[in-house]
């Protein structure tokens, strides 16, 4: 409750249960978005991986360290902690959002429509229309390019 006001003491609470043992892997993910929010991206990586020292599987850690990879620009990268993040925990829906953006930068269309699809079935429908339009953009561009494979000689 701490961290969701922006309170600093959440921050010694979490290194307190790091301490303790105590869901040290999820500690060390808020943690890092702590740090991430506070502009500290090396922190931020720091955090996020020893999360995953703690805990190979932790789905938030791997979304987290895909948006990262994202903002520094390494979409190889980021698509794949989006991947892993989407294999781990297949109801995490910001993750498929994210992961449909990467793969529609990488101009992977076909694969961006499917995730986006995916998507919109795991939210509420006012968030999945916010998508609706990318989507079907996505698609008028998927089409587009089909159509320009099919009328060249």
């Keep these: 409750m701490l961290d969701e006001r922006g309170d600093a003491e959440a921050a010694e609470l979490y290194a307190k249960a790091i301490e303790e043992h105590d869901c040290v892997a ?28 703690y805990d190979p599987r932790h789905s938030v850690s791997h ?3 895909g948006n ?32 449909a953006l990467v793969q529609a930068i990488n101009n992977d269309l076909r694969a961006a429509v499917s995730t986006l699809s995916k998507y919109q079935e795991l939210v509420s429908e006012d968030e999945g229309g916010m998508a609706g339009e990318l989507l079907a953009n ?7 390019t089909k159509n320009s494979r099919t009328g060249s000689t």
């Design 26 to 53: 999820d500690a060390y993910c808020n943690l890092g978005i702590i740090e991430s929010q506070n502009g500290n991206r090396a922190k931020a990586f720091d955090r996020f991986t020893t999360s995953l020292k």
């Design 138 to 144: 996505l698609k008028k561009s998927l089409a587009a």
């Design 68 to 99: 990262l990879y994202f903002e520094v620009e390494e979409l190889r990268l980021a698509q794949i902690h989006y991947e892993i993040a989407v294999e781990v925990d297949p109801s995490f829906p910001n993750v498929y959002f994210n992961l």
């Design 63 to 65: 979304y987290n360290l």
